[in-house]
């Protein structure tokens, strides 16, 4: 059974690089058809897609993000990370890493997902 | 448009059928995921692809599509289907994915 776990920082000051870490356990960053994704939730709104990393290492970010983000890899440690420069407060959000499932063109899924990671932006 | 639309909010009767909508032009195109939120927790896959149920998911829990909606159906809500439920997919380039709003969802 494949998990997920979050770790870092639970308080970021303005204008710092929000990072965090998902450790992939029962499972493997490398395998195909996994898109391993990043997913936010500022307090009491709604889900958002910040991007994912493939299994073949390639990336793609929320174009709204794009500027600021950055997803990379340890396949030794079987671990991705998230990296948000120049955050705010708007940045304020529990993070969560999930796995991506892409059965075909046109039908993906989240699962599993991490338990969550609530990062606040303030000085 | 990439966006996918849900009504914030929908209340049903206990043991009644609700459905929860999403709206989207993309979903002409890519089937929706469906996922299920309880307070305080990670969001759960609930409904993905055609109508496919992962493991451990009751099957009163159904999904379907019809143009460019997508549409998770309760048949019988339970008083432990109160949550809130996410759409997912894909917008039209394929590469991004997209999240609806959210719907509340109130069993009376």
């Known amino acids: 059974q494949v998990q997920l776990q979050e770790s870092g920082p639970g308080l970021v000051k303005p204008s710092e690089t929000l990072s965090l870490t998902c450790t992939v356990s029962?499972?493997?960053?490398?395998?195909?058809?996994?898109?391993w994704t990043w997913i936010r939730q500022p307090p009491g709104k709604g889900l958002e897609w910040i991007g994912h990393?493939?299994?073949?290492?390639?990336?793609t970010y929320n174009p709204s993000l794009k500027s600021r983000v950055t997803i990379s890899v340890d396949t030794s440690k079987n671990q991705f990370s998230l990296h948000l420069t120049s955050v705010t407060a708007a940045d304020t959000a529990v993070y969560y890493c999930a796995r991506d499932e892409v059965s075909s063109s046109y039908t993906n899924w989240f699962a599993p997902w991490g338990q969550g990671t609530l990062v606040t932006v303030s000085s | 448009s990439s966006e996918l639309t849900q009504d914030p909010a929908v209340s049903v009767a206990l043991g009644q059928t609700v459905r929860i909508t999403c709206q989207g032009d993309?979903?002409?195109?890519?089937?929706a995921s469906w996922y299920q939120q309880k307070p305080g927790q990670a969001p759960v896959l609930v409904i993905y692809g055609k109508n496919n149920r992962p493991s451990g998911i009751p099957d009163r829990f159904s999904g379907s599509r019809s143009g460019n909606t997508a549409t998770l159906t309760m048949t019988g809500a339970q008083a432990e289907d109160e949550a809130d439920y996410y759409c997912?997919?894909?917008?039209?380039?394929?590469?991004?994915?997209?999240f609806g709003g959210g719907t509340k969802l109130t069993v009376l």
């Open positions: 990393l493939s299994y073949s290492g390639s990336r």
């Open positions: 997912n997919s894909r917008d039209f380039s394929g590469n991004h994915r997209v």
């Open positions: 993309s979903l002409r195109i890519y089937y």
């Open positions: 029962a499972g493997s960053v490398t395998s195909p058809p996994y898109y």
